[in-house]
């Protein structure tokens, strides 16, 4: 009559913690290559902001620039672009280049053999995850930290237990601190192999017993802990110790995700010990906390009435079983409901509807609506990792969708900008614009070539900087020299030409100082007016060098864009096309799960429906027996 | 309606080693679809910012024992205003030694006055704003300009700087 729910099944396997982020330990030894001063650090502290802030995209992006500089060692670009492509789910390419790192790299730093063997324990490779930890442990390329070497000795631990070298476990785990979060992962990893291995009952005993002395207080050793008791429980009923079993039972703490199935063991338990009633309050219990359709519930919904049996309580268990029957009919109506195609696909439509967030990295957590039908039958279903993956898969490839028709929406903007930007270009006639203005500068340039010779030939006179009056006065007296002269030559003996050359001597003298006195302030003047045209020249310049520059860049930055842009929307056609393809596929197999699992819910609830059926024909056969008995040992009398 | 989310501590499971065919073919796609969303990033910025104006901002704090940002503008005639306001997650990014790509712009070429203003708290968590204004060249080539925020252990504060790469 022992029925074990899938839950008990998934148990067994071993636990493999991980780190919520398995990237971030490599990032800090690439922080020790930054602070140098130099454009490397800043383009590597760049991907380090993007990749820290969790915009994986973005430090996608940004590693085309860092593939650019030369300066950058090729083996640090790999180690980023592992990391990035890990984080972003792309594990194919990230593990080849990893392995590439492996092969040719001598200095990998410790922490970036632990981060290959946690991706390796990720996806199940042991071999290949049991040699990086032993990497990792062993490097001496910075060694890990404590916490991490712990870590890495945790996964040679779960290795080993995958591999089935005992042996080798449980050298790894001697290793190991005697208390701590991954030492307790690597005792639930031994407890797993004890018992996959056939170990002792004094093994398993003695596992479970170190895990109640060394275990933290800790929600997750707590937890760890409660898991450790349901395995042992579970062991110890197969091996018929019922005792021991009831006691570890008793130990998984309420309210814990191990419960149910703990109080529907125990129950059992109790009921091998003939100990009904105590068998039943546990089952109680679990109906009156937990949804109807949790398998322990179902399971234990029937466990009762079987209990009432073997108590004698042959009425009570006669009404309860014909409840049972009826809620089974029920379930299985329901069940048989949900199996069909359409059904399936509008609940999946619903379920994708409800989720949000981006795709990959950024996707939300799952949510189910308790309230739908299908969403409570699927429960156990939905609990599953794999399921969990083709969900969020599905969910990735409908948001890829939706991202992608945006993209294309935004291609077709940027393409039009690209047309009426060209043909703006072309209006502004640009190009003859900055001829003739180049032009006019050559004419410039020309008068003020003049005007350097001409201050050139002033700085060698001797009168030179006059003014305007100042040249009108020479003019003068340069005009009085030829009247002087004449008159000289004429004998004009009534003029005193003494007197008239004397004036005129003493007015060139005047003039001759008045200059002199005032020419350095004058040249001055007139060489910093000459300075300042030179320099408005050279800026002149520097305008019409940088407007063709700006003419040139303007022309060449939209030439090509429409043929890109175009090629761009070609691709994103293509690729909405084959998401599309691997979209149907997706579903359909989706479907084709849920479908097999609503079959084998229907099976089940078969199995439990024939098994009460079966139950409540031997109770009234039995009564029927009884009262034939009465009425022929009544006939006798 | 009544919504929970799925508690997922509840049994850890390991992948299986062997990928179906679907999944691989999905990773595929995946990683097309982050290659052209590269691509099309690389285009949007050359549409955007031509190399010849382009100039790209930079922050980074060194210490951050005297000074947490809060939030940087910087600011040039004839370049539009770019503001950020810095998350927790964002400074402790800075503090590991992140860099900060505050934006890209266009600016002409020739001689620019940039203005920056770094909002923030000093360790007594009192508000400070470290003002200052820089002149830099552009050419023709792309500009990167970081501003940096130091902490001056002697002065018992912090500085800001801008560095032309």
Redesign the interface.
């Known amino acids: 009559m022992k029925l074990f729910s899938l839950?008990f099944v998934?148990?067994i396997?071993?636990?493999?913690?991980?780190a919520e982020d398995t990237a971030w330990p490599l990032?800090?030894d690439l922080?020790e290559q930054?602070?140098k001063n130099t454009?490397e650090?800043?383009q590597i502290?760049?991907f380090?902001?993007?990749y820290?802030?969790q915009d994986y995209?973005g430090a996608?992006?940004?590693l085309?620039d860092l593939r650019t500089n030369k300066q950058i060692k090729s083996a640090v670009l790999d180690v980023l672009e592992t990391t990035l492509l890990l984080a972003?789910?792309?594990?194919?390419?990230a593990l080849s280049l990893a392995q590439g790192i492996e092969q040719t790299s001598d200095s990998v730093p410790a922490q970036a053999w632990l981060y290959l063997a946690r991706r390796w324990?990720?996806?199940?490779?042991w071999p290949l995850a049991e040699q990086a930890a032993k990497n990792a442990y062993e490097s001496k390329t910075r060694p890990l930290e404590f916490i991490d070497a712990q870590e890495a000795l945790h996964i040679l631990v779960h290795c080993s237990v995958e591999l089935e070298d005992t042996r080798s476990a449980n050298n790894y785990f001697s290793m190991m601190a005697e208390r701590g979060k991954w030492t307790d992962y690597a005792r639930y990893n031994l407890l797993v192999g004890s018992i996959a291995g056939y170990a002792s009952i004094y093994e398993v005993n003695r596992h479970v017993e170190a895990a109640e002395y060394f275990f933290g207080e800790s929600e997750q050793s707590l937890?760890l802990k409660d898991r450790i008791y349901l395995l042992g429980g579970i062991y110890m009923m197969e091996e018929g110790r019922f005792r021991n079993a009831e006691v570890f039972f008793q130990q998984v703490r309420q309210d814990s995700?191990f419960e149910a199935p703990a109080l529907l063991e125990y129950g059992w338990a109790k009921l091998e010990q003939s100990r009904f009633e105590g068998a039943i309050q546990p089952w109680r219990v679990l109906q009156t906390k937990y949804e109807s359709w949790h398998p322990a519930v179902i399971e234990s919904i029937l466990a009762v009435p079987h209990t009432m049996e073997r108590m004698q309580a042959t009425t009570q268990a006669l009404y309860s079983y014909e409840a049972v029957e009826k809620r089974l009919l029920t379930m299985l109506s329901e069940l048989n409901q949900q199996q069909s195609v359409s059904s399936i696909e509008y609940w999946l439509e619903q379920w994708l509807n409800?989720q949000q967030g981006e795709w990959?990295w950024r996707r939300h957590?799952?949510?189910?609506?308790?309230?739908n039908p299908m969403s409570r039958n699927l429960m156990s279903f939905?609990?599953?990792?794999?399921v969990?993956?083709q969900l969020n898969?599905l969910y990735?490839?409908k948001r890829?969708q939706q991202?992608?028709n945006s993209?294309l929406a935004q291609?077709s903007y940027?393409q039009e900008?690209?047309h009426s930007r060209q043909q703006y270009l072309s209006s502004v006639s640009g190009d003859s614009r900055l001829q003739a203005l180049t032009k006019r500068y050559q004419a410039l340039t020309s008068v003020i070539e003049d005007l350097e010779q001409q201050w050139e030939s002033e700085q060698k006179s001797a009168l030179a900087f006059a003014t305007q009056d100042q040249k009108i006065q020479i003019e003068r007296v340069k005009k009085a020299v030829p009247l002087i002269k004449g008159l000289k030559e004429n004998n004009a003996t009534d003029v005193d030409l003494a007197a008239y050359m004397e004036r005129w001597r003493r007015a060139r003298g005047v003039l001759v100082w008045q200059m002199l006195e005032e020419r350095p302030q004058r040249q001055r003047l007139a060489n910093n007016d000459m300075w300042q045209l030179r320099q408005q020249l050279a800026l002149l310049e520097?305008?019409l060098n940088?407007s063709q520059?700006?003419l040139?860049?303007?022309v060449?930055?939209w030439q090509g864009?429409v043929a890109?842009?175009d090629e761009?929307k070609q691709?994103?056609e293509n690729?909405q096309q084959?998401?599309s393809q691997?979209e149907q596929?997706?579903q359909q197999?989706i479907v084709a799960n849920v479908q097999s699992d609503l079959q084998k819910q229907e099976l089940k609830l078969t199995h439990y429906l024939a098994e009460a059926r079966l139950a409540l024909a031997r109770l009234y056969d039995d009564h029927l027996q009884q009262k034939i008995i009465t009425a022929s040992v009544g006939g006798e009398l | 309606m009544k919504y929970i989310i799925i508690a997922f501590t509840f049994f850890t499971f390991i992948a299986q080693a062997q990928q179906p065919v679907l999944n691989k073919d999905i990773a595929a796609a995946k990683k097309a679809v982050i290659e052209l969303n590269q691509e099309l990033s690389q285009l949007e910025q050359e549409l955007l910012s031509p190399k010849g104006t382009g100039v790209a901002f930079y922050f980074s704090l060194r210490g951050g024992q005297y000074f947490v940002p809060l939030a940087v503008e910087i600011s040039a005639q004839g370049l539009t205003s770019i503001h950020h306001v810095y998350t927790e997650k964002e400074v402790d990014a800075l503090r590991m030694g992140a860099v900060h790509p505050v934006g890209q712009s266009n600016l002409g070429a020739g001689k620019h006055k940039i203005n920056i203003k770094v909002r923030g708290v000093n360790q007594q968590g009192d508000p400070v704003t470290l003002n200052f204004e820089d002149e830099v060249e552009k050419s023709s080539e792309p500009l990167k300009l970081e501003v940096s925020v130091r902490d001056d252990k002697n002065a018992r504060k912090a500085n800001a700087q801008l560095a032309v790469w």
């Open positions: 839950l998934s148990i396997l071993s636990v493999s913690a991980m990032l800090p922080a930054l602070h454009v650090d800043l502290g760049s380090y902001f993007y820290l802030n995209q996608y992006n940004h085309t972003l789910g792309i594990e194919g390419k324990q990720v996806i199940g490779n937890a995700p409800e990959g957590d799952q949510v189910i609506d308790q309230e939905l609990a599953s990792s794999s969990r993956t898969e990735d490839l890829i991202d992608l993209q291609l940027w900008t690209a520097t305008q940088h520059m700006a040139a860049a303007s060449t930055s864009f890109r842009i761009s691709k994103i690729l084959s998401i691997l596929r997706l197999q």
